[in-house]
T-cell receptor, first 116, second 109 residues
Framework: DTGVSQDPRHKITKRGQNVTFRCDPI?????LYWYRQTLGQGPEFLTY????????KSRLLSDRFSAERPKGSFSTLEIQRTEQGDSAMYLC??????????????FGAGTRLSVL | AQRVTQPEKLLSVFKGAPVELKCNYS??????LFWYVQYSRQRLQLLLR??SRESIKGFTADLNKGETSFHLKKPFAQEEDSAMYYC???????????FGTGTRLTIIP
């Protein structure tokens, strides 16, 4: 499967714990995005990387959230001191910077987080 | 700030009947509009984008800047069209997508 890969698929954690999710984009894509989706809503933008640079962060991304893409390949999204309101599907997407598929975002299957 | 509105959360259509999923947006600049689809137990995937001006799986969508709409249409619904459909907007010079809340389309056999 050469699509966007996310790990884990599901995560159950207790309130107050830290969690980390991983996203592996399509290999030739240098743009990577994180979104959050709650029940009954469309995906909401969290942050965006071009290569290793984090170029945009949503106001939704509180201080407890941090995302990295250290080598411009895979990315991690960490949530510290999780709260029940963090329960959601976390989606990763990638896109190429050039070519016909420019600006088309390809999504992973997501990581579903449940905070108890 | 941009906004995408999909007024129908649920839409049921008989097989063979025409389908129209509504999408309206608010954005003062020149947008790029997309329709994404999510079939049961599959990931979100692009269905079509307005700049391509093509028909995918029999679906078309025309950007109407006067009405700020990007409705998705198909003349004859098929059972395999049952899915969740999201309209999304990308503002000029911006990389993020702004999604609507989605419409669940059910095709009745």
């Amino acid at each position: 499967d050469t699509g966007v890969s996310q790990d884990p698929r599901h995560k159950i954690t207790k309130r107050g714990q830290n969690v980390t999710f991983r996203c592996d984009p399509i290999s030739e894509h240098n743009r990577l995005y994180w979104y959050r989706q709650t029940l009954g809503q469309g995906p909401e933008f969290l942050t965006y990387f071009q290569n290793e640079a984090q170029l945009e962060k949503s106001r939704l991304l509180s201080d407890r959230f941090s995302a990295e893409r250290p080598k411009g390949s895979f990315s991690t999204l960490e949530i510290q001191r999780t709260e029940q309101g963090d329960s959601a599907m976390y989606l990763c997407a990638s896109s190429p910077e050039q070519g016909l598929a420019k600006n088309i975002q390809y999504f992973g299957a997501g990581t579903r987080l449940s905070v108890l | 700030a941009q906004r995408v509105t999909q007024p129908e959360k649920l839409l049921s259509v008989f097989k063979g009947a025409p389908v129209e999923l509504k999408c309206n947006y608010s954005y003062s600049g020149s947008p790029e509009l997309f329709w994404y689809v999510q079939y049961s137990r599959q990931r979100l995937q692009l269905l079509l984008r307005h700049i391509s001006r093509e028909s995918i799986k029999g679906f078309t969508a025309d950007l109407n800047k006067g009405e700020t709409s990007f409705h998705l249409k198909k003349p004859f619904a098929q059972e395999e069209d049952s899915a969740m459909y999201y309209c999304a907007l990308r503002a000029f010079g911006n990389e993020k997508l702004t999604f609507g809340t989605g419409t669940r389309l059910t095709i009745i056999p």
